[in-house]
């Protein structure tokens, strides 16, 4: 591909919409909360990183790039919660820049472009967009892998000194990026077979032993921080293993089906509510029936002009892939998604659509782990999206191929997807209870001058450990000896506590309470 100076303006209008739907929605996440309890360990992840430890000791291996990344803002001063939606933000528009300029290696300007607009202002990404949370971050990085491993395989091989650099940053950003794996694998074997060449194999070692340096720094930091423990590894055993999860989490859901019934309301919804604290997208609009007609027709178009050539390594290709189907619920994630590597790459290795069959493998690797997995939350499933976009292209492409004016669909698409994108903050329920903990806990600060040096209980110590520091202690709120017990000077409840005695309330933030001890 040639970025010539028509490329360049999409690519700067990219940037501009981008970054104004990340301001916008930086606006809207500073007002809503941090609704995402986990934001509140990279916080103090990045504190520590800063230089001050608050009880993050045990968790500093989770996501110690974005952690890292947001404690540089924290060192000049911005120690907030606006920092990591910043860091965050920023990855939102690296990765739009890094998916058009991905979509271009197979379409025009203004598919690339159309492409971008709507992956950007799907519903599900703009629920998670700049508010502290690891997956656009993620996905970001898994579409940069992609592209570059792209670019050394079809036009220089040198690409692949970023390829496992990459792969290594975006392990320790979000530990399932490594579920991108078995498709750039595949699409690696279907262009060069199991054969390395001497020129490629220059820079696939260069690469990996840049990979692998970067890796021991990491982990080395780590381990030190961490006082040696490395809980990323018991993770990462229990992915690959077929860990289900856990039944006692609160969002334990079994249903293998959970992602698919619920992908219309993924691209288009008009309600988001909050159930146990995630948001809930419901209420699918005709921009997401617009969405799925465009797959179903352009898919009739290309397989009515792509008649299958069946031999025998396509049919035991395929045979495999409807084992994997079958067998789905029998064994693990991983097994699945082996008999789905090998199904694809005998029934693609001969095609002239090696591109289409490894989105395919993208899409159907963390399809099935996470619907495997029985925490299911909707924005495991947004690093696929970028492949379901490269598909929602060849559909419009196809239907493009049978009308003269070629540019009505993509128009159309842009419109309606940019509105979306500045309108969908309007789908929330209206909510002070994610500003309540900040709120109770400014109120402790403006109560008590010496609140630094004062015990404070609390029913939960997540987003206190960050609000307050480490003089909180968690106490669970029906243990209401324990409390009283305690002797803690204030106790955060989100119940009302009848029994709590030698202590008063002083005051009533949504569902939170605040108790002081009576002297």
Known sequence: MNTNITDKKE?????????????YYINFNVNLGIYCSDVYVYLLNAQYFAGTNVHSTNNIFLSPVIC?????????????????????????????????????LRFNSLLSFTGTIVYTTLALNLTWLANGSLDIPAVTITIWIVYATVLAIK?????YLAVFPLLVIGFFT???????LPAVVLYYLYENSLKINENDFKFIKKGLIVGIILFIIIVTVILIMGNGNLGFGSLFLGGVGGNLGSTHDSSYNPDFAYYLVNMP????????????????????????????????????????????????????????????????????????????????????????????????????A????????????????????????????????????????????PILLIVLFIIQGFAFTYSFDETNEFNAPEQISDYIKSDADNWSDLQIGVYNIRPYFWYLGDNVTGIPNQFTDKIIESNVTYYISNVKQDNLTNYSEITQIEDLYLYKKIN
Do not use: H
Not at 155 to 159: C, D, K, V
Not at 388 to 396: D, E, N, P, R, S
């Open 68 to 104: 890292f990344l947001t404690s540089l803002l924290f060192d000049i001063g911005l120690v907030d919660k606006l920092a990591i939606y910043i860091v965050t933000g920023i990855f939102a528009i690296l990765g739009n820049i890094g998916l058009y300029l991905l979509l271009r």
């Open 265 to 364: 309301s993924f691209i288009s919804s008009t309600n988001t509510t909050f159930i146990g604290k995630t948001p809930a997208l419901s209420n699918p609009t005709v921009l997401s029936g617009l969405v799925f007609l465009i797959l179903i027709v352009g898919g009739i178009i290309w397989a009515r002009r792509n008649e299958p050539e069946l031999n025998r390594e396509k049919i035991l290709g395929i045979l495999l892939c409807m084992i994997a189907l079958v067998t789905f619920s029998m064994f693990s994630s991983t097994i699945t998604i082996i008999l789905v590597f090998f199904g694809l790459y005998l029934i693609g290795k001969d095609s002239d659509s090696k591109m289409g069959y490894a989105m395919i493998c993208w899409i159907l």
């Open 155 to 159: 036009s220089n091989p040198r690409y």
């Open 174 to 180: 979000r530990y399932t990026v490594g579920l991108i």
């Open 11 to 23: 690519l700067i209008l990219i940037a501009l919409i981008s970054l104004a739907l990340v301001v």
């Open 366 to 409: 963390y399809l099935i782990f996470q619907s495997y997995y029985v925490i299911k939350v909707n924005r495991y499933i947004m690093p696929a999206f970028p492949a379901l976009i490269y598909f929602l292209m060849v559909a419009v492409e196809e239907i493009n191929s049978k009308i003269d004016k070629k540019k009505i669909l």
